[in-house]
């Protein structure tokens, strides 16, 4: 079945700076690459994803990159803001969608 | 946007009791939902996945007498955590998603705590 590894587990990085979280997966039949936020307590939220079809994404400060060939992807957050601080997780499906282990990003002002 | 209700937020029950969570897609179709469990500090594992009208397919490691897992409707899943044992104290989040590869929306999440 899928396993999807992620890194770092944590990352700590100055205001403004860029914060870049990176996963690989392991079925190379998945399709749908997701990133989710999750604040303390609360449930995922998606934050940008993309399909194989695509090598790149972006929404203002944030952007995912996929190589299939390797099978990883990563997430870049650009002028990160006190605010952009939680847990990151990716995700990778190709029949269930299947999470990585979480990164917990800390911006500090 | 797509809403998913999911309820209670949280329960306490004693070992031994069985606890049902709801699972709710508001205003769409959910021909899939996805029940995880979280615990602190920890990624979102895949307990099962529930098709509407048919069983739902349960990871390797989760007993399905255990979860009871039921998907009735197109917009109602619900999970049974049966004799509860301190060790199912977590967090328990489903999810829902109107088509394959399209976005997975989840329910806040059921904080279960077992005495």
């Known amino acids: 079945g899928e396993n999807v590894e992620q890194h770092p587990s944590t990352l700590s990085v100055q205001e403004g700076d860029s914060a870049v979280i990176k996963c690989t997966y392991s079925d190379s039949a998945s399709n749908y690459f997701p990133w989710y936020k999750q604040e303390l307590g609360k449930r995922p939220q998606l934050i940008i994803d993309i399909r194989s079809n695509v090598g790149e994404k972006k929404d203002q400060r944030i952007a995912v990159t996929l190589n299939k060939t390797a099978k990883h992807f990563s997430l870049h957050i650009t002028e990160t803001q006190p605010e952009d601080s939680a847990v990151y997780f990716c995700a990778a499906e190709a029949d269930k969608l299947i999470f990585g282990t979480g990164t917990r990003l800390q911006v500090f002002p | 946007g797509a809403v998913v209700s999911q309820h209670p937020s949280w329960v306490i029950c004693k070992s031994g009791t069985s606890v049902k969570i709801e699972c709710r897609s508001l205003?769409?179709?959910?021909?899939?939902m996805f029940w995880y469990r979280q615990f602190p500090k920890q990624s979102l594992m895949l307990m099962a996945t529930?098709?509407?009208?048919?069983?739902?397919?349960?990871e390797q490691g989760v007993e399905k007498d255990k979860f009871l897992i039921n998907h009735a409707s197109l917009t109602l899943s619900t999970l049974t955590v049966t004799s509860a044992h301190p060790e199912d104290s977590s967090f328990y989040i489903c999810?829902?998603?109107?088509?394959?590869?399209?976005?997975?929306?989840f329910g806040n999440g059921t904080r279960l705590t077992v005495t």
């Open positions: 529930s098709n509407e009208g048919s069983k739902a397919t349960y």
């Open positions: 205003d769409f179709q959910a021909t899939t």
């Open positions: 999810s829902a998603r109107d088509l394959r590869y399209s976005p997975l929306h």
